[in-house]
Each structure stands twice: as C-alpha cells, then as structure tokens.
C-alpha cells in the first residue's frame, strides 16, 4: 500500500515505521498518491500565533477574544478540552476554563503569518483558494512532474516547513472533491493528515451525521430532521426531485453531497465580497461620543483595508446590537465608491442618528460592500463641497503614516 513518512517524506510501501527515519507518523493509503484537491486549516490559528510569540503561553490554556462581554475568537487546544469554542460569550468560556490566559486579538500579525503561509501555498500550486485567514483549498493536479512528488507529499512538506519556519502547525485533508477534502481535514487534528478516497466515499458517508455537510446549521438540521434524515444514508433514501420540493434549490446541492459528488472547482482569487470590522463593549452604552468615536475608529479600519487591496465600496452599512440582543441594520448606497474613512464616517454617522435613540448598545459594527477596483480618485458630492477637500487631506495622512508609522497622526475623535 501507498506509504508516506510525514516527518522526513520518504515515500515506501506500508510498514509501521518509516524505513528511513524510524518515524511512527505515516499515513498509508491505497489512494495515497491519486488524490490531488486539498483542505489545509491550521491548528487554532490565532492561539498558536500567540503562543509562539510569547514562550511562557506554551503549556497553558490560551483564549483569543474580547473583553468579558465579547466572545472567543479562538481557543487553544488545551482550553477546549475544557469545552471552550469559538463564537462563545467569554463570561461562559472563563466559567469552563478560570485558569485561561486571556489574550486580545492581534489582527495584523495573524494577517502577516497568513501571507506567508499563502505565499508558501502558491509556490505549490496557482490554484489556492483562501476561505479565511488560516484555512484554503488547494488543487495540485497536474503538479507531480513540476515538483518530481505526488500532492500527498507536497502538503506533507507544507505542513513541516510552515511548523519548521513559522512555528505554526497545520491539518491537511486530501481527496477528490473539495467537499470531501474538508470532511477529511476535520477528522484527526491537530497536526492531522486524513484521505478520504474515491472508493471508500460512499461507506465512509454512509453512518455520518448530516451536519457533517456544509452549511446545514441547526435550523436546516431541525428541518432535516423533521423529514426523518439524520444521516447520509438517509439522505440517499429520497429521490433527487422529491428533495427539491421540499428543501427548494438545497434540495439537489444534498443529494448530489450525499453521494460524495462536488464538482466545484477550486476558485483562485475569489472576488472579496465585503469588508467590515464590528467591537462588543464590555458594558453596554448609549454615549454618543462613545459611540461616535468607535464609529470613527471602524471606518478608519474599514479604509485601510479597501486601500490596502486597492478596492472601493458603494454600500456602507452599520449594524447595532441592543442590549436585548436585537440587531439593528442599516445600509446606504453611494453615488459612487469609496474607499475614503471620511466619507465612509460620515454616511455610517448619518446611520446611527436615527436610531442613537434606541440604544444602549452592546455592538457596533460597519462595513462596505458592492466591492470594484478603486479608480485612485475620490468623487465629489454636490451636497458637501469639502468632501474633496478632506479626501486629500485623508490622502496625504496615509502617506505620512506609511513613513513614520501608523501612529504618526491620530484623529482626535479617535481619541474618545
């Protein structure tokens, strides 16, 4: 059977060991050198960046996220043995692990050591589609001449070289399609590497949950339910048309995934959709010039992000979540794309206004979406003839900034 050492990538026929370096961490597999779309997602991306960057974290149990009234971002291996996960309220995470170090999100370093990691992926393959900042498909077929190695072996070398010069582990899963390929990255992590072959598909499916499929959250699990279709056999149990009657367009998507079938391509430099940043407060407020200065401080994000992929929006949104955990959303289309944080603070401003009243808050977000390239050159807006004015001013800060630094001008709302 197909075998590959996963420390020193020797490639061999089955055995226990690896017969170059006595490795016990093999992976065999009849289809080991076949399969070529993969899943890469890197082990509690956010944590072990953290961890890396201050040595006395290593053994200990480390939560990513906001103050006691945010969430976790991400939580470290050892705190989720605790039953900690992302997206939960922190006050429940810190009641399951006291112990756990707290640590703040460092945005723009994660962005840094995901860069590199993508930069490593390209050299593999172009085709390299990123769905977040620590996880991407990637396709190798066709790459084993280029790189005088099968797929499994090249992935196997990312993974090391990203542990070797990051210091960030990854969990790699390989198979045919990409809906398989991210089942399989799932299935042993961390530091996991699974194959879910083409012949071994429908019985490795058969006994699964359906939330295994992506995208069926617990209303669409409620649902499927209710139809009395809690695995995957029972999903091939219904015909495709009758499917489609009662789950309307989904209704194809899960037959089809049903039988291991996905023929979605992996989709390099898939287009951004939308940019955005949102904070939870620790204690809910309804100040105006809080809440003004945090508006302030999200566009001005939200900006340097459009100009930092040479992108504008025409939609600006604001979106409040009260105290009652309602949400407000209000959005706005522009005369023409921005990527300006003046004019995006303004129009995101003259959102909140109308209903500054209903707060307190507990969340505020904004963001700008309806993305294109960015012209270089800001419209002007009959209705306020120093929009230009402030655009160039905007302009020239970011200029300043990029020499000196970004503290090197600091608005004073930013300040509040």
């Excluded at 997602?41 to 944590?47: E, L, P, Q, V």
Aim: glycine share 8%; charged share 30%.
């Amino acid at each position: 059977m197909p075998s590959m050492c996963r420390d020193c990538l020797t490639t061999f026929e089955a055995g226990a060991r690896c017969p170059a370096c006595r490795s016990p961490r093999i992976r065999s597999h009849p289809e080991l050198f076949d399969l070529s779309i993969a899943h890469m997602d890197c082990d509690a991306f956010y944590a072990s960046v953290e961890k890396r960057d201050n040595p006395d974290l290593r053994d200990k149990p480390v939560i990513v996220g906001g103050g006691t009234r945010g969430v976790v971002t991400t939580a470290c291996y050892i705190a989720r043995i605790k039953g900690v996960r992302s997206a939960m309220p922190m006050f429940q995470a810190l009641k399951l692990c006291p112990e756990a170090t707290v640590v703040k999100p460092r945005f723009e370093v994660y962005s840094a050591v995901s860069r590199q990691i993508r930069a490593m992926m390209e050299e593999l393959t172009p085709a390299v589609e990123p769905l977040s900042l620590d996880e991407a498909f990637l396709d190798l077929t066709g790459t084993t001449r280029l790189h005088g190695a099968p797929p499994a072996v090249m992935l196997a070398r990312l993974v090391k070289r990203m542990q070797d010069e990051l210091g960030i582990t990854g969990s790699v899963g390989l198979s045919h399609n990409k809906f398989l390929a991210k089942v399989a990255s799932d299935l042993e992590k961390p530091r996991g590497f699974s194959v879910i072959g083409a012949a071994e598909t429908l019985d490795f499916l058969a006994d699964k949950p359906v939330s295994l499929i992506w995208g069926v959250g617990e209303v669409t699990k409620g649902s499927l339910d209710k139809a009395g279709i809690r695995t995957f056999t029972d999903l091939r149990r219904w015909e495709k048309r009758d499917l489609e009657a009662r789950f309307g367009g989904m209704g194809g998507r899960l037959w089809h995934l049903a039988r291991g079938e996905d023929v979605r391509r992996v989709k390099a430099n898939e287009p951004v959709k939308g940019v955005s940043n949102e904070t939870t407060f620790n204690v809910d407020t309804a100040d105006p010039d809080i809440l003004d200065g945090h508006i302030w401080r999200m566009a001005d994000k939200v900006s340097g992000r459009l100009k930092a992929k040479g992108i504008a929006g025409r939609i600006v949104t604001l979106k409040l979540k009260r105290a009652d955990h309602r949400i407000l959303t209000r959005r706005i289309s522009l005369s023409d794309p921005t990527q300006i944080a003046d004019r995006i603070y303004r129009t995101a401003r003259a959102l909140f206004d109308p209903v500054a009243g209903e707060g307190p808050f507990r969340l505020l977000g904004v963001g700008v979406s309806d993305l294109a390239q960015a012209s270089g050159v800001e419209g002007g807006d009959l209705f306020d003839p120093q929009a230009l004015t402030r655009a160039g001013a905007e302009r020239a800060t970011d200029a300043i900034r990029a020499r000196f630094g970004a503290d090197a001008i600091v608005k004073g709302r930013a300040l509040r």
